[in-house]
């Protein structure tokens, strides 16, 4: 008996690491930037400190964090960092175990703790990204003035009575948060919470990647969808102030 149990113990410890060898070689296949992206902003030069790529204003007050899609790094949002800078927001968006931002939710923390300067913070992400980014907001509702969601919505309903301002910003073609799944994802949102549906945009071009996997054909160009996408965020986002 004693035998069968190791046996099968052993067994067992083998299938885990091999179903973890397995995952992990499988989350090492990202979707980086795109050459499009490249020929927009400067990565090289994108500040990287604590496992954050940061692109910060001068004594800004207001910040937003913005978690990755799954399997997507950061600097495939550098175009969206980058241009929210330049309106006088700071832009984080930081690097997640395995590229998956729902083992480190609470990453928001962090970067919190890091930049007491900045007064106000908004937090959100694309897909996988967003609800994680989620999940954090729901334990910390008092920190932020407000959530975001790029092609993303929440796992659960503990946000109906959030307090602070919400943004959900779809795309017509995406594959994977389909218009149906924003569409059941209201029921667990607050009243006042803001949508936009980007006409022709699909799931990968919330980001700078190239194509993804499950994803839809889009009908715009990734650079037509990013600022499409940056204009709604900073017709929701608080108009950034300087401290003095």
């Known amino acids: 008996m004693k035998k069968l149990l190791k046996i099968t113990g052993i067994t067992l410890l083998a299938l885990i ?4 060898g397995a995952f992990y070689t499988w ?10 992206l490249k020929k927009q902003v400067n990565i ?17 007050d207001t910040g937003v964090i913005l978690y990755p899609g799954a399997k997507v790094e950061p600097l495939a949002y550098a175009y969206i960092g980058d241009a929210l800078m330049k309106k006088g927001y700071s832009v984080f968006i930081p690097e997640m175990p395995f590229s998956f931002a729902i083992f480190n939710t609470k ?4 970067i919190i703790k890091d930049h007491q300067a900045i007064k106000h913070w908004y937090i959100g992400g694309h897909s996988l990204g967003g609800t994680a980014a989620a999940m954090y907001a729901e334990e910390n509702q008092s920190k932020l003035d407000g959530l975001f969601f790029l092609a993303s919505y929440p796992a659960s309903d ?6 602070f ?3 959900s ?10 218009q149906e799944k924003i569409k059941q994802s209201k029921k667990q949102l607050p009243s006042q919470t803001v949508y936009h549906e980007i006409q022709g945009g699909n799931h990968a071009q919330f980001g700078m990647y190239g194509k993804q996997k499950g994803d839809r054909p ?27």
Request: net charge positive.
């Open 17 to 20: 690491i091999l179903s973890f």
């Open 27 to 36: 989350s090492r296949f990202t979707y980086g930037p795109s050459e499009a």
């Open 44 to 60: 090289e030069q994108v500040e990287h400190k604590n496992g954050v790529y940061a692109f910060e204003t001068t004594k800004s």
């Open 107 to 110: 990453k928001a923390q962090d």
């Open 158 to 163: 503990d946000l109906k009575q959030a307090p």
């Open 165 to 167: 301002k919400v943004l």
């Open 169 to 178: 910003i779809s795309g017509e073609k995406d594959g994977l948060a389909t």
């Open 218 to 244: 889009a009908d715009i160009s990734a650079l037509t969808q990013q600022k499409d996408i940056i204009q709604r965020m900073i017709e929701w986002l608080k108009p950034a102030k300087k401290l003095p």
